[in-house]
């Protein structure tokens, strides 16, 4: 008999020792499967990513837009532009963690911001939209007055009530108003400034009712702000929070005795000797106030501004000419040289970060004043009016 391991001799040849014990069975492989459910968990994570909202913003580049298409002017005073001055914007975008790692790692054009550098930390976000309109609406009238004003026009304002601007969740205001109205009296005494309202409710015991006299002022969903009627509101302060002090409106700040829960600002109402309108629909926050202003002397004063050239600006304006700061230049440059333009005016504490995104072909210039920003322009080859436009032109 032979031994099990070794190997006998036949007529069919050599036998292997193991022949008849059938073949090994082959493990099936597993990595495709691994890999398959990591990547239908990868997948699953990032959708899911895509809901989880986090307390930051995007800035991108938006758009450079000629503003002179936009503005109204009275049509014997209008006159045709051989250059274009641009006004730009950036978009504003609220993020979940599935944009946040795309815009901070995969976007060089954008900037991310927590939303504290964006919204006011005592209003809900929700109220952002409509408060970017109001400051639009704000600079359309500071920029007619600028513009009226230095080409020799008289332009006055009154105080007229104190604007809502925002309402804290769960406050007393937050119930009965809204962002944009108007409230002109307390208790049938006239609050005409921010500052009549404060002291309107000094001495009020909270739990107390006061009755507030509204003008229900309207925000359209393109940014349209409209008078409404004026109204009643019942409205029932409650104790303020522990260490709020009211500033501004007193020689020393003093602790509130009620509490409405409401960020506010006078409302101004403007005289205008020149009906100027800006449509700026879709576009909010207070940054195009130089642009708008540059827009409306141009198309009164000859349309020979600009030098021929196209030329951008961006900065806050006041009633007496001063620019302001602003946000997210870097993105506004890149938007402006997209547009072509060639010349742009941006305020002194955001020069650097223009110049960062700029090319060598954009000229970027600081300015703090409309006045220096209208010398800077004759010094290119704009041409200023040799004399104001006087009030009796107006019709």
Not at 95 to 105: E, G, I, M, P
Not at 130 to 157: E, R
Not at 186 to 213: E, F, I, M, W, Y
Not at 265 to 275: C, D, E
Request: charged share 10%.
């Amino acid at each position: 008999m032979a031994d099990a391991d070794t190997t006998t001799t036949g007529e069919a040849g050599t036998i292997p020792p193991d022949a008849g014990r059938g073949a090994p069975a082959r493990r099936p492989k597993r990595w495709p499967v691994v890999l398959a459910v990591v990547g239908a968990v990868l997948v699953a994570v990032w959708f899911g990513l895509g809901f989880w909202n986090v307390n930051y913003y995007a800035i991108t580049p938006g758009s450079a837009t000629a503003v002179a298409p936009l503005i109204t002017v009275p049509a014997n005073l209008d006159r045709p532009l051989t250059g274009s001055i641009l006004l730009t914007d950036v978009y504003v975008t609220p993020l979940t963690a599935q944009s946040y790692l795309v815009q901070r790692f995969l976007s060089s054009d954008s900037q991310v911001v927590p939303s504290g550098a964006v919204l006011d930390p005592l209003t809900p976000a929700d109220q952002f939209t409509d408060q970017g309109y109001l400051d639009m609406n704000q600079a359309q009238s500071y920029a007619t007055a600028a513009a009226l004003t230095h080409l020799g026009y008289s332009v006055s304002a009154h105080d007229a009530g104190t604007l809502v601007y925002g309402t804290v969740t769960g406050s007393p205001a937050a119930a009965s108003l809204g962002v944009g109205q108007v409230i002109t009296a307390v208790d049938g005494k006239a609050t005409l400034s921010q500052c009549a309202l404060v002291n309107s409710l000094h001495g009020v015991v909270p739990g107390t009712p006061v009755t507030l006299s509204v003008e229900q002022s309207t925000i359209s969903p393109s940014g349209t702000v409209a008078p409404g009627p004026i109204v009643s509101k019942q409205v029932t302060p409650t104790k303020p929070p522990r260490g709020l002090v009211e500033t501004g409106c007193s020689a020393k700040p003093t602790a509130p005795t009620a509490y409405l829960g409401l960020s506010s600002q006078t409302q101004q109402a403007w005289t205008f000797p020149v009906k100027v309108t800006v449509h700026t629909a879709d576009i909010g926050g207070p940054s195009a106030g130089l642009s708008m202003t540059l827009g409306i002397i141009d198309k009164l004063s000859g349309g020979d501004l600009t030098g021929k050239r196209i030329v951008a600006a961006t900065g806050t304006i006041d009633p007496a000419g001063d620019v302001g700061d602003v946000g997210g230049v870097a993105q506004k440059t890149i938007a402006v040289e997209r547009a072509g333009a060639t010349v742009f005016f941006v305020p002194p504490q955001e020069l650097a970060a223009a110049r960062s995104t700029a090319t060598p072909q954009l000229h970027v210039y600081a300015v703090s004043s409309l006045t220096q920003a209208l010398r800077i322009l004759q010094r290119l080859g704009g041409t200023m009016p040799t004399r104001h436009v006087s009030a009796q032109a107006a019709p």
